[in-house]
């Protein structure tokens, strides 16, 4: 049987080339052929049987340039696979991978899996102020914020716009392999790379299958908190009676208080000097104009976030189809490039309810990231206090720290980089409490610091030092070098270090998270009738729509695929990877 099957398209786009391969991605002769190559050429409409059949017949890995090009008809027309190769994926983790430096791979010069996605931004490097201002927040899933957007290769042309070009895909293939077999960590990236594959075929399933969403809920929602859907456009009612009030305090009548530079103005009219409106700097006036603008400004993201235009564009037949982007972000989190999967309010999630007879299985792994530190780093002071559902509290309950809130401060500023407030006082505890996690983290940053790259567990790594940021190094440095210019590189380097200290912790977070989801959708296969399945995704937690009768069966399946993917990355380390579980109809009773 063959290891690989690659699909290519021809000119015309109406055929498909399935050339069988072995695992070192030579071509496989059938049985009786004398050695005549094996590669069958299919028209696109009998694709689908056809790779239903070798499916089911040869079970292989599928190698295709893009999952976002191949996988959606298959779906449309009810063919599943279970594994992938997604050329493009892997190749963009290769390309920059540190364990394999010096592959053919990489010395290549740019090609077709190397060109930028249009109008795509710079990586999306953490903000620590953000992070640690969390905290503070009541409602974080209120919090309606930009979603990082892809920052990988952009899809490649459709059907009939261009010929796949068999050779390359094939030379890449080889040339991935013989990058990954000659690493300083084969076993690692192996995984890495399948794992990542594998998140591409389950972006494409979720899209497909949708997350179940009443509408009728949503607008029933919706319109407690903003009034009735207002026709012909304009602000709802409860929007503009905030506005009324906004105005009124602030003694100006024809404000907009969507504008920046008006309300700034109206602020310093009532003598209050900002740098911006964010709602970190409003939450400091004393003035009554506080609590209404925030709430102004809380409504009117919500509603132009996940208002009724969101409800029309991406809730079709009652499910939520966003467009996950697999590896969206430098680190490995996931993107998305429409509907905001990641950003869905607390305040609209009861619309998300199972159909009548099933159930939602909604689990979330607590405190994931400073678990991964611990099973990182072979800290088994700790891991020990990783033992149970709430890592926070065993921490502060061990006298590390004096509360819970202290022990999450001080974890989040190790990982994010604090060094100052609250979280910069308690460091020296956690240096004491915990050395090898805090010396990994502090490695990191200072490799990021001197414009090294760093690497997740697995092999992920980060964007190289810009030639810039080098050239700031080196002139700081230098003999005589201007003041200005060192507090400058100085202050580059301290933020390139929070970047790269940040980098290997949420990286490999990622990497479980990867495959945590590869094992549930492997095992929800062997649940009841087969139906259940993944539904939702965010950075750490998933839920899985399932017929009621199957509900116990996916939770404990939940729950051994979190020990597999521990198991997976790093063998016998004594650390939990606790779950928050719940079994419910609606999403909002999860929280």
Not at 321 to 337: L, Q
Request: with cysteine.
């Amino acid at each position: 049987m063959p290891a690989y099957v690659l699909l290519t398209r021809d000119a015309s786009g109406r055929s498909v080339t399935l050339t069988p391969l072995d695992a070192e991605a030579a071509p496989v002769a059938p049985p009786g052929r004398g050695g005549a190559p094996a590669a069958r050429v299919v028209a696109v409409d009998s694709l689908p049987d056809v790779v239903a059949q070798v499916e089911a017949a040869e079970h292989p890995r599928w190698v295709w340039d893009d999952t976002r090009r191949w996988y959606p008809p298959l779906l449309a027309a009810g063919v599943r696979v279970d594994r992938c190769h997604d050329l493009r994926l892997c190749h963009t983790i290769l390309r920059h991978a540190a364990s394999a430096a010096g592959s053919r791979l990489q010395a290549a010069p740019p090609g077709p899996f190397d060109a930028p996605a249009p109008d795509a931004p710079p990586p999306h490097e953490p903000d620590l102020l953000d992070a640690l201002r969390e905290l503070d927040d009541e409602d974080p899933g209120d919090r309606v914020a930009p979603e990082p957007r892809a920052v990988g290769p952009s899809v490649p042309a459709g059907p009939g716009e261009a010929a796949d070009d068999a050779h390359g895909l094939l030379g890449e293939l080889r040339d991935q392999l013989a990058a990954v077999a000659g690493s300083t960590q084969p076993g690692r990236l192996r995984l890495l790379l399948a794992a990542e594959s594998g998140g591409a075929l389950l972006a494409a399933e979720m899209e497909h299958d949708g997350l179940p969403w009443d509408p009728v809920r949503h607008d029933e929602l919706l319109t407690d908190l903003v009034g009735p859907r207002p026709v012909g456009g304009g602000r709802p009612r409860r929007l503009e009676d905030l506005v009324a009030t906004i105005r009124d305090l602030l003694n100006d009548p024809r404000l907009n208080p969507d504008s920046q530079p008006h309300l700034l103005a109206a602020l310093r009219r009532q003598g209050f000097s900002l740098a911006s409106t964010s709602k970190w700097e409003i939450r400091e006036l004393d003035h009554p104009v506080v609590e209404p603008l925030l709430e102004y400004k809380r409504l009117s993201r919500l509603l132009s976030a996940n208002g009724w235009a969101w409800l029309d564009a991406w809730v079709r037949d009652g499910r939520f189809r966003p467009t996950y982007v697999v590896g969206g972000v430098v680190t490995g989190r996931w993107a998305t490039d429409g509907g905001g999967a990641l950003q869905l309010p607390t305040s609209l999630r009861a619309a998300a309810r199972a159909d009548e007879g099933w159930r939602l299985v909604v689990a979330d792994a607590a405190q994931l990231e400073p678990r991964v530190l611990a099973a990182m780093s072979g800290d088994r002071a700790m891991a020990e206090a990783a033992r149970g559902s709430d890592l926070y509290q065993r921490i502060a309950d061990a006298g590390t720290v004096p509360t819970r809130k202290d022990a999450k401060y001080a974890l989040l500023g190790a990982i994010y980089g604090a060094t100052t407030g609250t979280a910069g006082m308690l460091m020296p505890r956690l240096t004491r409490a915990y050395p090898q996690a805090v010396a990994l983290v502090e490695a990191a940053a200072r490799a990021g610091e001197r414009g090294e790259p760093v690497s997740t567990w697995l092999g992920r790594t980060s964007p190289p030092a810009s030639a810039a940021f080098l050239d700031h190094l080196g002139a700081a440095g230098a003999e005589g070098a201007d003041a200005d210019d060192v507090r400058d590189a100085r202050r580059r380097a301290r933020d390139r270090g929070r970047f790269t200290r940040n980098f290997v912790v949420q990286g490999t977070a990622a990497e479980w998270a990867l495959c945590w989801l590869a094992s549930l959708r492997r095992r929800l296969r062997d649940i009841g009738d087969g139906r259940a399945h993944l539904v939702f995704f965010l950075h750490d937690e998933v839920v899985v729509h399932c017929p009621a009768q199957d509900a116990d069966a996916v939770a404990q399946a939940v729950r051994d695929a979190a020990d597999e993917a521990g198991a997976l990355l790093f063998g016998s380390a004594p650390v939990e990877f606790a779950l928050d579980l719940a079994v419910v109809e609606s999403y909002a009773d999860a929280a």
